[in-house]
Structures are given as C-alpha cells and as structure tokens.
C-alpha cells in the first residue's frame, strides 16, 4: 500500500491489503473485558470496521463517536467494529467517558494480527493507519477505504451506502449464487423472472386481502399469513426450477431453504411488534 501521508509526511504500510471481493480473513482480537473476540464471532451480520490509530487523538475520537451515532440508526444486522492498537483500558475508559455504548470496540496490541490480515499496519509508528472496511454476511468484502492522509476522517456517508447494500444482495448475487448451485447463466436469469414475477404478484394481494386492517392500524398476526406466503413462493420456486435444470432436487432445496429462513426472520419480527 502506498501513497498514505501521516501529516503530510509517506509512511510504508505492511501487510496484506484487503481488495473488494476477496474472502475477509479471521482473526482473533482482544475486547474491552480482555476476552479473545473473533471476527467470526459475528458472522451473521454485516460488519463496518473502523480502523485508527489511538482513541486518544482528536480525529479518532470524531471518528468513534460519528460511528456510535449511526450505529443506533442501522438496527441489529449490521455491526460496528473499532480497532486500533490502543490497550483495551484505554479503550474502555474512553467509550464510558464519552458514552460510547452501540459499536464493539478491539484492541490489536498483541501482535498486529489485524494490522498484518489486512495491510493497515503503519511500519514505521507501529500504529494502524485510519480507514474503513465492509464485510457482507457472507464473509466477503464489499468495501474498503484507505484514508491517504492519515490525519483527517474517512468517508462515513460511503460505508454506511455500502453496509446498508451489503443486507440485501443485487440480482447479480443471486444469479451468481444459482450459477454456482448449477445452473447456467439463462437459467439462473429465468429462475430470477420467476422470483420477480412471484413478488409483483403477491404483494398487491397481500395488501388488498388485509387493507381494512392496515388502514384502521391494527396490529395484524402475521405469523400464518407469512408462513402460507413461504410455502407457496417456495413450492412455485421447486416447480419452476423443476423445468428449468437437472439439479433442480439439490438447487431448488438450497433455494427453498433460504426463502424459508427469511420469511421466518420476517415472521419473527412482526409478532414481536
């Protein structure tokens, strides 16, 4: 990594520098409570990691504290990870000060394991440079950002667009996805058409079947209705896909698999309204 300035002045960058669309490596970090946190441990949400130098530098602490502050808009999917190199007591008595209470701040002390992953150990401060990293749910980078001078903020606006992008794939992630289920490119773009087609039916239906009880703000009870919704979208999928490949039994059962899982997570959150 080059072109990087710490007040106006190169520094040289070490380790490996992470590149959109690669696999996010592991690694393992020490929380405030000096317990071993993983990334891993965090594989079901989007991740927004930002990275600093020291807690205790003006432009850091700016960063920290905007980045708390949108943690409290972006909900439960999406998590907010701080490293920098500061020992965890710095970082804990700096997030009780401040009241820093929505993101998980890491300490990279020990042995520059995060710095070396992902090429953001400056070499010759032994500090991380600043910066921002997205990983999706799928554990793949989807975003980074190298701040080039060191000393002023990164973009926030960008990372918080590509988290909130990352909760939902494009209809190239699911072409892509079915492809490497086993289907060929037109089929997954029909598969697509299918799901399409599903959607812009149903939703008008739906709206329609319970308008009296939207309109008068009833607190509707959704848990059936989503769960007849599910199996009928999936059951039109297995049918569609039936015709569509060989693999159909394997491909449509992944398929189903998911849109079960999500109709379930969306069942849970209305019954908890």
């Known amino acids: 990594?080059?072109?990087?300035?710490?007040?106006?002045?190169?520094?040289?960058?070490?380790?490996?520098?992470?590149?959109?669309?690669?696999?996010a490596p592991d690694f393992t970090l020490t929380g405030v409570a000096m317990d071993p946190v993983k990334l891993s441990d965090f594989k079901d949400k989007v991740k927004i990691i930002s990275v600093f130098p020291s807690i205790d530098t003006g432009v850091c602490a700016l960063q920290t504290k905007r980045f708390n502050r949108e943690a409290a808009k972006l909900g439960e999917d999406i998590v907010i990870i701080c490293i920098s190199k500061d020992l965890p007591f710095a970082q804990s008595r700096f997030c009780g000060a401040e009241g820093i209470d929505r993101v998980v701040t890491l300490s990279d002390y020990k042995n520059n394991e995060f710095g070396e992953k992902y090429g953001f150990l400056i070499d010759e401060l032994g500090l991380l440079t600043r910066g921002v990293v997205v990983i999706d749910r799928d554990n793949v980078v989807q975003y980074v950002e190298y701040v080039k001078e060191v000393a002023e903020e990164p973009d926030y606006r960008k990372a918080i667009e590509e988290a909130k992008n990352a909760l939902y794939p494009t209809s190239a992630d699911l072409a892509a996805k079915l492809e490497n289920a086993g289907l060929s490119g037109e089929q997954a773009e029909q598969a697509l058409n299918i799901l399409r087609n599903h959607l812009e039916k149903r939703l008008p239906a739906f709206v329609g079947e319970h308008l009296t009880e939207i309109f008068e703000g009833k607190k509707l009870d959704l848990t059936d209705i989503l769960r007849n919704q599910a199996?009928?979208?999936?059951?039109?999928?297995?049918?569609?896909?039936?015709?569509?490949?060989?693999?159909?039994?394997?491909?449509?059962?992944?398929?189903s698999d998911k849109a079960e899982q999500a109709f379930a997570k969306i069942t849970e959150f209305f019954a908890n309204k």
Do not use: Y
Not at 1 to 18: A, K, Y
Not at 233 to 241: N, P, S
């Open 231 to 255: 199996e009928e979208f999936t059951g039109e999928v297995k049918d569609a896909l039936g015709k569509l490949a060989d693999k159909t039994e394997e491909v449509s059962g992944k398929f």
């Open 1 to 23: 990594m080059t072109g990087i300035t710490f007040r106006g002045e190169p520094v040289t960058i070490t380790g490996h520098e992470t590149k959109t669309g690669q696999t």
